[in-house]
């Protein structure tokens, strides 16, 4: 375990926890965003370019931007001043998380005897990944293009704002 | 001789690090790439600064800065003290953390892009098998920045300015992307060195560069209109209007930190004219085969000094767009053109060699030119437009 | 503690973040960034078994990871255009005021 992993792996946790405990919204997108940034070179770390590069391009440059734009379009910027930003039942939502972190990690704990110790480097190019894209991977690809435009026409047919009076 | 000129500096870091043990020669390598970049491009800015402000001058009939040193050249110097001495004004109802952070988020991110960019032959940072991909990525991070500006000065006409810089960055990185991916499928790499050396050949004097081809060209020119409006110059220069929204998303920026994002938006401007001088100027490559003897590192910086002249020529030209027109622009014209651009050259790539290819690629492109040009121009999104309360 | 063990307790305790995030807080935005959270908890397992399982040359776990990115794109525009449309009936994006399956 080097020192690199122990730092990127407290700044993605402290980006999620900041993320999810913050009052204001617009600080819990910009944690969420150090979060996902983090992910991303913990990918790095594990010697996936390719991935960890998406993730910056997809989440930190569009998801993080539709969050705040969200935010700001549903005027919850402002920190509620009535009953705090938690729910009425965060003590059950709080045991059930608590819950789920405690059996995977006993899961995984209990299991640290068994886990591979070293694995010589993978060298993956892009070519590689290109190559299993439009090879074994095209129906995938192919459904998930789909998918992608099925989801940007969508979101704008929901999010369109209709007329009051239509002509 | 001319090897030794055309590889100087690469030599010359050589030598350097020639003087430290085995094991720290790699991680010195790169400390002085960095050190480099970080010294090199904040000169240009300067550089860029002065001719920016000269040449504007010249084209509205007026002299420009010509108080300080001989013909006002050492103007940047002057600027450069004035910012760094100034007073810092946090704005009282600021998000202070937020605030602080966004100048440094935007220089950092901006600065990132040259890891990836080939400025000579060998002089590259890191050559990276995913560079493109790293450099959209980086160049992706600055938009929260800009909006972490807007948000945290508690100013209308800032959160205004960032929302708007924010819209337009999200609808030109777009095509921005679309028309380097037709690069990229002509290329078959992602790695920019790669993308230098395939344009690195010559018919007869001639180079192999993308510009030359149906789609290369038309590539460039979407590139090239993405590109001023992704660093939000003028005729895109919505997010900071100064007639409407005062300075946009840094209005309540002052001193070093007004500074910072000034060099950011050069720094990016430097750093995407470098990309598109790789993909489709040809990198470091010579113009013509028998200038190959001038430094490789010369040429890149020709070009790239050439693009800022081109955006400072078109700042003094054109005049602000209104913003229906420039998302108008953005979603209905150059983003279906891109999408048929990369169909044109898929076709490039599959109609082999021969005269068929040129000619079929350039029909398909100046027939979707011309008829949504026409299309577009029929209606009336780019006309005046009326406005219900203001007559 | 083996690398591969590290990389999972971390995947775990973020899985655990986001659920947590999801479960307890009010806004509807918030919720989804709690989900978004677990979805990359789940791609930093996905690649971490890649790095070290006994076939990375098969690419099956980068490539899960990469498509799992991009459903979540599709999945925060849509989720995020619902949040939009939703305050714009309520008039609230508070899911403990939104009670009522009537419109």
């Known amino acids: 375990m080097s020192f690199v992993f122990y730092i990127l792996a407290a700044i993605t946790l402290a980006g999620g926890l900041a993320a999810v405990l913050l009052k204001n919204m617009v600080h819990c997108a910009l944690a969420v965003s150090i979060a996902f940034a983090g992910l991303a070179f913990l990918f790095l770390g594990l010697d996936a370019q390719f991935a960890g590069f998406a993730q910056i391009l997809v989440y930190v440059g569009a998801v993080a931007i ?14 509620p001043k009535d009953g705090g930003v938690f729910s009425r039942t965060w003590l059950a939502g709080l045991v059930v998380a608590a819950a789920v972190f405690a059996v995977i990690g006993w899961a995984v704990l209990s299991s640290v005897g068994g886990l591979p110790h070293e694995a010589a480097v993978p060298t993956v190019t892009v070519l590689q990944i290109g190559q299993a894209l439009m090879g074994p991977y095209v129906l995938p690809l192919e459904i998930v293009a789909l998918l992608l435009t099925v989801a940007t026409i969508g979101a704008v047919i929901v999010a369109i704002h209709e007329k009051e009076d239509a002509k | 001789m001319v090897e030794k000129l055309d590889q100087i500096f690469v030599l010359l870091s050589h030598w350097l690090v020639g003087f430290l043990p085995a094991g720290l020669q790699q991680a010195a390598g790169i400390v002085i790439g960095v050190v480099v970049i970080v010294c090199l491009y904040p000169a240009l800015f300067a550089l860029a ?43 009282l109802s600021a998000d202070s953390a937020v605030h602080f952070l966004a100048p440094i988020v935007v220089v950092v991110a901006s600065f990132m892009g040259f890891a990836v960019l080939p400025m000579g032959r060998n002089m590259v940072l890191v050559d990276m098998d995913a560079g493109l991909l790293f450099y959209f990525a980086m160049g992706a991070s600055t938009e929260l920045a800009v909006f972490m500006a807007g948000w945290s000065s508690r100013n209308k006409y800032s959160l205004l300015g960032a929302m708007r810089a924010v819209a337009q960055m999200i609808s030109y990185e777009v095509p921005l992307l679309l028309s380097s991916v037709a690069v990229v499928m002509i290329t078959g790499s992602l790695s920019l060195t790669k993308i230098v050396s395939a344009q690195n050949a010559y018919t007869g004097i001639f180079p192999h560069w993308y510009i030359f081809t149906p789609w290369g060209f038309a590539g460039f020119l979407m590139y090239a209109i993405s590109t001023t409006a992704e660093t939000n110059r003028s005729p895109f220069d919505l997010p900071e209007g100064e007639s409407e929204i005062v300075a946009g998303y840094h209005t309540e920026y002052s001193g070093f930190k007004f500074a910072l994002f000034f060099l950011g938006e050069y720094v990016a401007m430097f750093s995407i004219s470098g990309l598109g001088t790789t993909l489709f100027l040809g990198g470091w490559s010579a113009p013509f085969s028998f200038l190959t003897w001038i430094p490789s590192w010369i040429w890149f910086f020709s070009k790239l000094m050439l693009s800022i002249c081109v955006f400072i020529w078109l700042r003094g030209t054109l005049p602000r767009l209104r913003q229906d027109q420039l998302m108008n622009f953005a979603w209905k014209f150059v983003l279906p053109l891109s999408l048929i651009n990369l169909l044109v ?47 | 503690m083996t690398p591969l063990a590290g990389y999972l307790l971390v995947a775990a305790l973020l899985f655990a973040i986001g659920l947590a995030g999801a479960l307890t807080r009010r806004n509807a935005i918030l919720v989804l960034i709690g989900i978004e959270l677990m979805l990359n908890a789940a791609n930093l397992n996905l690649i971490a078994f890649w790095r070290y399982g006994p076939h990375p040359e098969a690419l099956t776990g980068m490539m899960f990871a990469i498509f799992s990115i991009a459903v979540a794109a599709a999945e925060a525009a849509v989720g995020l255009g619902l949040v939009i449309s939703i305050h714009r009936h309520a008039q609230t994006a508070d899911l403990d005021e939104m009670n009522r399956m009537k419109g």
């Open chain 1, 66 to 79: 539709l969050v705040v734009f969200a935010i700001l379009l549903t005027r919850s910027s402002d920190t």
């Open chain 2, 49 to 91: 600064v002065l001719m920016e402000r000269k040449g504007l001058g010249r084209m509205q009939n007026r002299y420009g800065p010509n108080r300080v040193g001989p013909y006002g050249i050492l103007q940047p110097i002057a600027d450069g003290i004035k910012s760094l001495t100034k007073e810092d004004i946090v704005p």
């Open chain 2, 345 to 391: 050259a898929a076709l490039w790539r599959f109609l082999g060699e021969g005269w068929q290819r040129w000619v079929f690629c350039s029909a398909i492109l100046l027939i979707a030119y011309v008829f949504m040009g026409l299309q577009e121009a029929r209606s009336d999104h780019f006309g005046p437009r009326s406005y219900r309360y203001a007559e």
